[in-house]
């Protein structure tokens, strides 16, 4: 299955039954088509196109091991992680009932190389340089410390390894900054600061190497190496 297929078919398995954020993260649910187009713009192209610049940091043959924080439901990423199934995953969200309903989906799809843990992004568990390879999925714009949230996903991280994933960043779509300051951050979806496209490449490029970002409206795309 080419990484567009997985992501597809991420879309597939929530099929009738998806909760409102699965219907929302998938594009899959006419509620959450409707989130996708009011407040990011997006319709089913676009969001595909910025899951797979996200994703694409992770080789479709991928053998190694593999953080994801904040895994959420997994709606996005277990798809992924059935077609690598000689990778060694770790996930890990601050939600125990979030990271229920991964477990769960794991648990559906027969995955058994992946473990979960409950924990905090701004004080990871691990090791110094335990992965090859960080993911992060609209993680950042919800993290309440940030600059903690850097630090430690590039201390896990082996030298040579790779950060990516995405996140919300401002400027890249006005009607979405509106939603933003005016529901979400009040809300508590969303914690500011927030990055731009400028300053998320600029922090990027003062850590890491091959420093890619993009935006697909108001969500940065990103792929670096330590
Ligand atoms: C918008 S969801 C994204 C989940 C998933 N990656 C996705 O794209 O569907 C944000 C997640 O961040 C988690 N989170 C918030 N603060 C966190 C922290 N300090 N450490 C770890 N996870 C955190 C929340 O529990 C939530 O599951």
Known sequence: MTRKEQIKSAYKLTGGHASFYDGMMTYSTLPGKAICRIVWNMDGEKNLRYLAE???????????????????????????????????????????????????????LGLENISFQQGDVGNLPFDDGSFDIVLSLNGFHAFPDKEAA??????????????CGCFYIKD??????????????????????FETEETLRERLQAMYS????????????FRCRK
């Not at 890249?172 to 600061?193: A, E, M």
Request: aromatic share 10%.
């Open 172 to 193: 890249g779509n006005r009607r979405t900054d509106w939603f933003i300051r005016h529901l979400y951050v009040p809300k508590g979806f969303f914690t500011p600061p």
């Open 54 to 108: 996200a994703l694409s940091g992770v080789p479709e043959d991928f053998q190694g091991k593999l953080l994801e924080v904040p895994v959420g439901t997994g709606v996005l990423t277990m798809p992924v992680y059935r077609e690598i199934p000689k990778a060694e995953i770790t996930c890990l969200d601050y939600s125990a009932d979030m990271m229920e309903a991964a477990k769960e989906r794991a648990k559906s």
């Open 150 to 163: 850097y630090r430690e996903t590039f201390r896990v991280l082996k030298p040579g390894g790779t950060f």
């Open 210 to 221: 091959e420093v890619s970002v993009t935006a697909v409206e108001g969500i940065g795309c």
